[in-house]
T-cell receptor, first 112, second 115 residues
Framework: QKEVEQNSGPLSVPEGAIASLNCTYSDRGSQSFFWYRQYSGKSPELIMFIYSNGDKEDGRFTAQLNKASQYVSLLIRDSQPSDSATYLCAVNRAGTASKLTFGTGTRLQVTL | DAGVIQSPRHEVTEMGQEVTLRCKPISGHNSLFWYRQTMMRGLELLIYFNNNVPIDDSGMPEDRFSAKMPNASFSTLKIQPSEPRDSAVYFC?????????????FGQGTRLTVV
């Protein structure tokens, strides 16, 4: 079992719709959870992180965490063509100076 | 700050040659990570340093790979000898953990092609 699992996609949504990206993790000791966006040929960049159960909202983005189910999701409201990218989920076991473990990413395509 | 700086951006080399990738982390960041990204395996952590000390090198694929961090502002990843299966994008990232926020900032990557 992979430590962090994501559906590779592509996930195709029409412009203006809600995109829902999902991630599961195997280590119950994981404490911090991150969503990165990576455009083709570019480096990953952080969208948001979450460490408490529930929802965290930042603009059009909402991260959801359910530690009991070991599940993290990212919702993108009012999807735009510029949101088309690969979204990487990452988890961190401890809060200090420890490694981020990444999923393989979900490719999102927002269609006109 | 200019962010994490990697060089070279692109490297094409022949099988058997030595390759050295370089990284300058963000000033003040005390953790540095080397990742490798391929289509098949995604983003894999090779090694990470904390305060210039290697903490976990379990991701280093084999003895052909080595990494050093002689000071807080410089790190290298060396492959000797290189093989075609080493072709990938290599990212360096740095972070300054604050509580549960351990966001890593990535460099632009080095695209390595071994022919």
């Amino acid at each position: 079992q992979k430590e962090v699992e994501q559906n590779s996609g592509p996930l195709s949504v029409p412009e203006g719709a809600i995109a829902s990206l999902n991630c599961t993790y195997s280590d119950r000791g994981s404490q911090s959870f991150f969503w990165y966006r990576q455009y083709s040929g570019k480096s990953p960049e952080l969208i948001m992180f979450i460490y408490s159960n529930g929802d965290k909202e930042d603009g059009r983005f909402t991260a959801q965490l359910n530690k009991a189910s070991q599940y993290v999701s990212l919702l993108i409201r009012d999807s735009q063509p510029s949101d088309s990218a690969t979204y990487l989920c990452a988890v961190n076991r401890a809060g200090t100076a420890s490694k981020l473990t990444f999923g393989t990413g979900t490719r999102l395509q927002v269609t006109l | 700050d200019a962010g994490v700086i990697q060089s070279p951006r692109h490297e094409v080399t022949e099988m058997g040659q030595e390759v050295t990738l370089r990284c300058k982390p963000i000033s003040g960041h005390n953790s540095l990570f080397w990742y490798r990204q391929t289509m098949m395996r995604g983003l894999e952590l090779l090694i990470y340093f904390n305060n210039n000390v290697p903490i976990d090198d379990s991701g280093m694929p084999e003895d052909r790979f080595s990494a050093k961090m002689p000071n807080a502002s410089f790190s290298t990843l060396k492959i000797q000898p290189s093989e075609p299966r080493d072709s990938a994008v290599y990212f360096c990232a740095s972070s300054a953990p604050r509580g549960l926020n351990t966001e890593a900032f990535f460099g632009q990557g080095t695209r390595l092609t071994v022919v």
